[in-house]
Structures are given as structure tokens and as C-alpha cells.
């Protein structure tokens, strides 16, 4: 089984409020992201998600994080929960002779991640590199496909069904945002917003479960709460 991994922008404020923040300090940042690629003042969430849409896993970290830094959390603590990321220090340096930058605040939490599955994970291509694949792979029992791995003679196909099976995040991506109100979610502390994004995951497991037991399909939320 396959499972596809991606990360969601989180605003909290607009981005000319950001600069001027009161209630957060290093748990968010002014970064990029979203299908329109706009600057927001917030979080990027990490979904692992079924093809069924079930979110099985969950991490919050500031805006301007790279995904493969979540990933690493993500990865690590789903294969040990007492295990600890990756120093950066330890990483080999960029092509211009520079470190790498680790994460710029933190990620979290913990028990968001959810349990091992043995499954693979689709990704976008944020989440490509050779040492981080094989480092993921051999460390954390965790593989890794995206669309820069995709080479060869086929790899217009492969790159094809890759965007066709990931597409399934991307949608429940939109029903968080549309219909669970992900964005802007009126935290005033680090503890309000993780609570809030879990209760919002939650509440779209319960949807496809409600869904499900109405032999409906699992992502009908439209009409589930209006009908």
C-alpha cells in the first residue's frame, strides 16, 4: 500500500500582521505555500494520508520550514517515539560549501505522527534528495517516491500514476481548508493551535466514518453536513 505525504500552509494572520505578532514566538514565521504560492504569517502542516483520504498522521511546524525537515520528524518519531531527528550539523553540506539550515522552530508534537505502517509514501518533489531518501529508508523504515525518482524510458508513466495516486491529499487538503476551516483558526497559544488542528483532522476521520456507515462515499462532506 502507498500512502501520500504533503505539507498545507496553516495561516494564523495575514502577513502584514505577522510582522508585528504578539502571541507566537519562534512556533510560526512568515513563509510560502499553498496552490497560489502567497507569502502567509502561520504553520505548515504534514498529512499522511490513505488513499482513501483517512489522515493517518500530523505535524505542525513555522511557515517557513522546509518540508523534508518535517519529514524527518514525521519519519523518525513514526518508527521510534523516543528517537530523536536528525542534527543538522550532521547532514552533508550544500553544493556551495554552506550547512544545511535545520528547522526554525518547533515541530511537533510528538504524538501527532501516528503508528509505523510499512507502507511507502508518495511525496512531492520538496521531499526529494539522495541522502535523505536513503537516510529515511535505512534509519526510519520509511520509503519515499517522487517524481524526480521517476527515470528511465517509463518515467512519463510512473510520473503520471505518481500524480494520480497523490491527488488524494490535494482533495482532502481542500475539505480541510473548505469545509473544516483550517486556515485562520483563532489560536492564541502553541497548545490552542495544535488542538485545534487535531480536532480538525479528527472531525474529517469521523466525516468518512459517518460516511462510510451511510454507504456514501468517504469524502461526500458536502452533502453530509447539509443534506
Not at 17 to 37: N, P, Q
Amino acid at each position: 500500500m502507498t500512502w501520500a505525504l504533503d505539507t498545507t500552509p496553516v495561516p494564523l494572520a495575514r502577513r502584514c500582521r505577522g510582522r508585528r505578532h504578539r502571541l507566537f514566538a519562534d512556533e510560526a514565521a512568515i513563509g510560502r505555500g499553498g496552490s497560489d504560492r502567497d507569502w502567509r504569517y502561520g504553520c505548515k502542516l504534514l498529512l499522511s494520508v490513505t488513499p482513501e483520504g483517512v489522515v493517518t498522521g500530523f505535524l505542525l511546524a513555522p511557515a517557513n520550514t522546509e518540508d523534508r525537515w518535517l519529514a524527518e520528524s514525521f519519519f523518525c518519531w513514526r518508527n521510534r517515539k523516543d528517537d530523536a531527528p536528525v542534527n543538522p550539523l550532521d547532514l552533508p553540506r550544500r553544493r556551495n560549501g554552506r550547512p544545511c539550515v535545520g528547522p526554525t522552530g518547533p515541530v511537533g508534537p510528538r504524538w501527532g505522527v501516528g503508528e509505523a505502517s510499512g507502507s511507502a509514501y508518495l511525496a512531492d518533489d520538496g521531499f526529494f534528495g539522495a541522502w535523505w531518501q536513503s537516510h529515511w529508508r535505512e534509519d526510519c523504515q520509511a520509503a519515499t517516491l517522487t517524481p524526480k525518482n521517476c527515470v528511465g524510458t517509463t518515467a512519463p508513466w510512473w510520473r503520471q500514476q505518481h500524480h494520480r495516486r497523490r491527488q488524494i491529499v490535494e482533495t482532502v487538503n481542500g475539505w480541510l481548508e473548505e469545509v473544516f476551516h483550517l486556515p485562520f483558526p483563532r489560536a492564541r497559544s502553541r497548545w490552542g493551535l495544535l488542538t485545534r488542528v487535531a480536532a480538525k483532522v479528527a472531525a474529517l476521520n469521523l466525516g468518512i466514518r459517518l460516511n462510510r456507515l451511510l454507504g456514501r462515499p468517504g469524502l461526500a462532506f458536502a452533502t453530509l453536513f447539509n443534506g
